[in-house]
């Protein structure tokens, strides 16, 4: 069982995308893969359901992605405020729970999170508490372009101090040719002063973007075999 925790450092680090090329790339290499999204703020009404629009995502990347969430909100705000807004409480043993009951569906099951490990979910519960919770090793998503370094390494060695086990990093929306020292630095100052693996540097996409196009650019950009730990026949040969 491959399991892994995508999260953020803020809301616009983009990491859907990162979420919907691994899922994806999973299913294409042979894993029957599930993405469950604990708390989705921002639904949106269509055909008369209410939908998520990242799972919806995971979706057009692969039909074949099993999706799962536990909360789907429609405000567009932090979990908290969107919860508050329609009377409900986020419930750590709801999700605890729905998690449990997924676990052994798929070979490969990504949990995405909500804008950050910092994200207030409930009262005194915040998106590091819930991945304490569920144990499982996080890939931190970073956007090369909205991210400062010190909110970084603030977040990473906080999340450290509580216990939270890190896989690694994915630089995100990275331009391929930047003179701002800022950008080009970021991944070195990140393994630098965390001593946490860059697993991959992605360009941007946007919703439109070809499935095709998204599972070249992880398979080219990110290192699978060590997202996942795990070895793939397929990408040895």
Do not use: W
Request: glycine share 8%; charged share 20%; proline share 4%.
């Amino acid at each position: 069982m491959l399991e892994l925790f995508v999260a953020g450092t803020e809301q616009n680090s983009s990491k859907i995308f990162v979420t919907a090329g691994l899922a994806a790339t999973m299913q294409s290499l042979g894993y029957s893969t599930g993405v469950y999204k604990p708390v989705e703020t921002g639904a949106i009404e269509k055909n008369g359901f209410v939908q998520s629009p990242d799972l919806a995502f995971v979706k057009f990347a692969d039909p074949y992605i099993k999706t799962y969430f536990s909360y789907l909100l429609k405000g567009k705000t932090n979990p908290l405020l969107a919860a508050a807004a329609e009377n409900i409480v986020i419930e750590r043993d709801e999700i605890l729970k729905d998690f449990q009951n997924l676990q052994d569906v798929n070979e490969c099951t990504i949990v995405d999170g909500s804008s950050g490990l910092g994200t207030p979910l409930g009262k005194n519960f915040l998106e590091e508490n819930l991945i304490k919770s569920l144990d499982l090793p996080v890939l931190l998503v970073v956007s090369g372009v909205n991210t400062a370094i010190n909110n970084v390494l603030v977040g990473i060695n906080h999340a450290k101090e509580l216990g939270i086990r890190f896989r690694g990093v994915i630089i995100n929306e990275y331009p391929d040719n930047t003179d701002d020292m800022n950008i080009k630095l970021l991944p070195r100052l990140i393994e630098e002063y965390t001593d946490i693996k860059i697993l991959g540097v992605l360009p941007f996409f946007d919703r439109n973007v070809n499935p095709n196009d998204l599972i070249t650019e992880v398979l080219n950009g990110a290192d699978i075999e060590g997202i996942f730990e795990v070895q793939i026949a397929k990408l040895q040969m």
